[in-house]
């Protein structure tokens, strides 16, 4: 059974900083593409970062310079580590595997900057 478990969600205030944590279990091994999504009220899940198998990142252009993502295949876990956050990056924070047409989800954990 594949389970992918985010935590590190939090409320924050603007200019702090969180690490969210992603841990795979089941089949997902280092083949998988790990990545990040998140989902605000009222708006479509979007890409946040994705670190592909060969070490290849991706940023969406709204976290570039404030947002790091980081693979460790051996704890078979993917980071987020956020930095300078801002309001609007208020959303709920999705784990995402994936390996061709093939891809799981975590449940998510929630972000909140506000002061």
């Known amino acids: 059974q594949v389970q992918l478990v985010e935590s590190g969600g939090g409320l924050v205030q603007p200019g702090g900083s969180l690490r969210l944590s992603c841990t795979t279990s089941g089949s997902i091994t280092s083949i998988y593409a790990l990545g990040w999504y998140r989902q605000a009220p009222g708006k479509q899940r979007e890409l946040v970062a994705v670190?592909?198998?060969?070490?290849?990142?991706t940023y969406a252009d709204s976290v570039k310079g404030r947002f790091t993502i980081s693979r460790d295949n051996a704890k078979a876990t993917v980071y987020l580590q956020m930095n300078s956050l801002k309001p609007g990056d208020t959303a709920v924070y999705y784990c995402?595997?994936?390996?061709?047409?093939?891809?799981?989800w975590g449940l998510g954990t929630e972000v909140t900057v506000s002061s």
């Open positions: 995402n595997a994936h390996n061709g047409p093939v891809g799981y």
């Open positions: 670190v592909t198998p060969g070490g290849r990142i």
